[in-house]
């Protein structure tokens, strides 16, 4: 499982002109989040339980010693399959890497529900969309998290 993490002090997500999703409140992160063909529900935990508590977030002295729980601050995560692109020939991207949209969904609603049940307020996209995401990058702070280089 693979996210691009970015501290955002706006973010929205629109599908078919319509805004379907805001960071709430703000500050908060925006995630963009793919799934892996390997991918199970404890990488969705993993992947939870790291975003909730990543010290991302300035503290009163101005250190990033706070994370998005500790500021009382919202996740916007979005699907984002295009997170598993193999580049290595030409230069059309191949997406085999990422997890079939059957497999993939369930476990981005996953991430989702164990980032609410760590006590930060998700919302989220559209799985499948074509999707229009905006974001105010606050920093700017962006963060790769990959749980395929925290097992060993």
Do not use: C, Y
Request: charged fraction near 25%.
């Amino acid at each position: 499982m693979r996210a691009l993490l970015q501290r955002a002090s706006q973010g929205r997500v629109w599908v078919d002109g319509a805004v379907i999703g805001e960071l709430a409140p703000a500050p908060g992160l925006v995630v963009l989040l793919g799934v892996g063909p390997a991918d199970e529900v404890e990488h969705a935990r993993l992947m939870a339980d790291k975003i909730a508590g990543l010290r991302i977030f300035a503290d009163a002295e101005g250190k990033t010693n706070r994370s998005v729980r500790d500021i009382g601050g919202g996740a916007l995560v979005i699907s984002q399959f295009t997170l598993f692109a193999d580049v290595r020939r030409g230069r059309r991207p191949g997406f085999t890497g990422a997890a079939p949209p059957e497999r993939a969904a369930p476990l981005v609603e996953s991430v989702m529900e164990e980032l609410r049940a760590l006590g930060v307020p998700v919302r989220g996209g559209r799985f499948g969309a074509h999707m229009r995401v905006e974001l105010v990058n606050d920093g700017p702070v962006t963060i790769w998290l990959d749980t395929a280089l925290w097992q060993g």
